[in-house]
């Protein structure tokens, strides 16, 4: 049986491979995430993030290769905090999911839906009050995925990404 687990900090190569490949195998198709190698995620972020055990992922119970993984922390964009949120909370009492992706092989199998049950444990498990995340506005599937799994679409609102600037996301909150 499929389960989400944290990412041990000697897994860092695991994850950044994991990551590239994620990236390679997207480009160009329906769902091209529109991440850059060296930017987003950058290597810098997801070495601090399997440092801090933030790191989460869902393991092929074939052969270990990482499926689907995402960073789980208490860092929201800039423009979070002008959202009105479902939930109301200090920033402290919440976690916010990034970088959530499942390799193209995995499509379908689950594994996304795991990774978010993991992470919805992981919440709880520490006393937050939500577990909140924005998306692309284009990426329905997620729209889709997010909301069967509980999650209260808040709206469309405009956040700020040093790679990206300032973009229209769609956000969700998962309420704990």
Known sequence: MLHARAARSDE??????FYTKMIDEM??????????HGEHPSPAF????????????????????I????????????GYESVPWCVSAD??????????ATLPAYHGRGCARILLEGGI????????RALRLDTFVHNERSHRLYESCGFQKVGIYNLFYDDLGTVGFVLYEFAL
Do not use: C, Q
């Open 27 to 36: 480009h160009g198709t329906d769902f091209d995430v529109r991440w850059k």
């Open 46 to 65: 997801l070495r601090v993030s399997v440092d801090a055990g933030e790191v989460y992922l869902v393991e092929d119970l074939e052969d270990g290769a």
């Open 67 to 78: 499926a689907s993984a995402m960073v789980l922390n208490g860092s929201g964009a800039a």
């Open 121 to 128: 444990s992981a919440a709880r498990a520490r006393g937050k």
């Open 91 to 100: 920033p402290d009492e919440v976690l916010v999911i990034h970088v959530l």
């Open 12 to 17: 860092f190569d695991r994850v950044m491979a």
